[in-house]
């Protein structure tokens, strides 16, 4: 039954009737370790993590709170698993049906990347946004896929699977591809190939050979410590885990610097061009000015230059109150102006991103959820109120990694407006020209 290879799962999960033999075993919802008990599924021990509830097992009983939008797992569940076959349907030559060309730091970091998948093992691909990492991945899916490992593909983020999702299929046309996420019409399927987001790997157990988690200090891997730990039993022991990121967490820099976690450098975009650096431009008390509706100050006389020279631009903001209020403000001062809000929940979202990029809106205003895996061709990006705490060091990067992403544009601006200067705000410049410097050094980047 490969359905529930490498998996572990719940029995209505599976869209088979479950066939018991020798190759399954099962687990209880819970289990006790260190005295403890924790959540099977999870890894959650945390007692406030639990909720006591009536249920049809007809004792005292229990669920976690913690894993409960993947299905309720109580203490009298069961999860089935069955150990990893590696059973595929054999693939048919070419695999890798990418015809582009790597760059020669792409290059690199390729090798780099198949001798990890060759030996297990960790490496962290630390590649500036805009240096090309999808493709650098492809060379070393292709011998994995060869050699009859299993191989996925995971984010914390669904905008990011969605992303890869075609360029994944194109790049291996004749290889099945599972795309798993919450809220996916298509059932579960054995594949050999799969993306899914770091939740999903919550259901598999033992699964990967190859495990490539891309964006991996994106919220909420970077915070909850159940989906690092699904990441560890999704993949094999002696599996291979590559991390993608172009912020890494202080905590995975220290590891580097502790030489426990090995690395390799991309600090120049594939087209060659250097990172455009952010200007940082004091706005005064922005909150207070819009909150007393005064529409005046220095982000508005950019705002204005930006309309006059028909640049097309993101505006981030720490908040929805405070992006709707501003909304007001630039509707009643620029009312030709076409532009829109967009945030996490908002569900016309994804239309809103599609529609800036056919170029149907000027600007639009956001908070931080476009801080990362959306490209525009030819962008501005503005951060109103960067001292704020939700602009993180790794935010404000991500955020100035928007602009310049295509070679014909390379040199979008990146305005920074704050109150008051924080360590994330100069941490973040610091880091910016510290990638251009190092791609200097290396003989990397090209003159603008
Ligand atoms: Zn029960
Ligand atoms: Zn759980």
Request: proline letters at 4%.
């Amino acid at each position: 039954m490969l359905e529930i290879s490498g998996r572990e799962v719940l029995i209505q999960e599976l869209t088979e009737p479950l066939v018991k033999n020798e190759g399954l075993t099962q687990v209880e919802g819970f289990k006790e370790v260190n005295g403890q008990l924790q959540c099977s599924r999870c890894g959650t021990s945390d007692r406030k993590k639990r909720q006591v509830a009536p249920c049809t097992c007809g004792q005292d009983c229990y669920y976690c709170i913690n894993c409960l939008q993947m299905g309720k797992i109580k203490r009298c569940s069961t999860l089935y698993t069955a150990k990893e076959q590696n059973q595929f349907t054999s693939l048919t030559a070419p695999i890798l049906t990418w015809k582009g060309e790597l760059s020669k730091q792409q290059k690199e970091a390729s090798m780099a990347i198949i001798e990890t998948i060759h030996l297990g093992g960790e490496r962290l691909i630390w590649a500036v946004a805009g240096a090309g990492k999808t493709e650098m991945i492809f060379k070393g899916i292709e011998l994995a896929l060869q050699a009859k490992k299993r191989v996925c593909i995971a984010s914390p983020r669904v905008d990011v699977c969605l992303e890869l999702a075609p360029r994944l299929k194109s790049a291996f046309q004749s290889v099945p591809l599972a795309i798993l996420y919450g809220g996916s019409d298509e059932p579960y399927r054995y594949t050999q190939l799969v993306i899914a987001t770091t939740h999903q790997l919550l259901r598999f157990k033992q699964a990967f050979d190859v495990l490539i988690i891309d964006e991996i200090d994106a919220f909420p891997f970077d915070i909850d410590r159940s989906l690092q730990y699904a990441a560890k039993k999704a993949k094999k022991e002696k599996g291979s885990l590559i991390f993608l990121s172009a912020t890494p967490s202080k905590d995975m820099q220290r590891a580097i610097q502790q030489k426990k976690l090995a690395v390799t450098m991309l600090p120049a975009r594939y087209h060659g061009y250097p990172l455009p650096e952010p200007q940082l431009i004091w706005s005064g008390d922005w909150q207070k000015k819009i909150n007393r509706q005064k529409a005046t100050g220095v982000f508005f006389a950019y705002l204005k230059k930006m309309l006059k020279q028909k640049r097309r631009f993101l505006v981030f903001l720490p908040n929805i109150v405070l992006m709707q209020k501003l909304a007001v403000q630039i509707k009643i001062r620029f009312p030709e102006t076409l532009f829109t809000t967009v945030y996490a929940e908002d569900p016309q979202r994804k239309e809103k991103i599609i529609q800036m990029r056919q170029e149907k809106y000027d600007f639009l205003l956001t908070t931080t959820i476009l801080e990362r895996g959306v490209t525009f061709k030819n962008i501005d990006v503005f951060v109103l109120g960067a001292e704020d705490r939700t602009f993180t060091e790794s935010v404000l990067v991500q955020i100035a990694g928007r602009a310049g992403r295509h070679k014909d544009f390379p040199n979008g601006a990146v305005l920074f407006f704050y109150y008051g200067q924080t360590r994330a705000l100069k941490g973040a410049v610091r880091q910016i020209k510290k990638m251009n410097r190092l791609a200097t050094e290396r003989g990397l980047v090209k003159k603008c």
